[in-house]
């Protein structure tokens, strides 16, 4: 019985343990405000924008979400995935187009890289 004991508690351990690597692949699996972020995000970094506060998304009741953040020299950072493109995200830094990119192959660009 105490080995059968000892061996959820480490099967359970060995499961939390885990749980770091499961949450590296939230881009895969996400919901779409995850993976309009973590697009937002890499755009972001591939175009070299010093970030200070990444960029917080919301998704409203018809599906197009908008995400607003901040870089280091206090420019706003708007990202925009309207409902209408689902597939697609706009990024602007300061009011001037950043980037316009297809949100799938942005996150299969950034697993490629890294």
Known sequence: MRRVRGGVLLGTVLLLAGCSQVSALAPVGGDR???VRYAANDLLLQNRVDVMTAPVC????DKSVTCEGET????RIAVESTASDQS???????GKLLATADIATVLEKAMQTS
């Open 33 to 35: 405000v995850t993976e």
């Open 72 to 75: 280091l020299d206090h420019q």
């Open 88 to 94: 697609s995200l706009t990024v602007t830094v300061d």
């Open 58 to 61: 919301t998704m409203a009741s």
